[in-house]
């Protein structure tokens, strides 16, 4: 059984600032298993390291919280 880590590369519509990266990584660091968030406003991408695989409205619902849109998820 592999503990490899899992990453997921989310498009995210909406920021625009490093306080922007800041509201959405903390948003998806508070999720259970996620390990690290790297986001970055000018691509409105943001990348996260999770224990396992994390379900898409999970992701979702904490992007929009945060006060963005999640458009895609890879």
Not at 24 to 34: F, K, M, Q, R, W
Not at 38 to 47: F, I, L, P, W
Request: a negative charge; charged letters at 10%.
């Amino acid at each position: 059984m592999s503990n490899a880590p899992v990453t997921t590369v989310l498009t995210v519509d909406g920021m625009s600032c490093g306080h922007c990266e800041r509201t959405v990584s903390a948003g998806l660091l508070a999720l259970p298993g996620v390990t690290d968030v790297a986001a970055d406003a000018r691509a409105g991408r943001v990348t996260v390291v999770s224990t396992a695989a994390l379900d898409g409205a999970v992701l979702s619902t904490a992007v929009t919280q945060a006060g963005f849109t999640l458009l895609r998820q890879a």
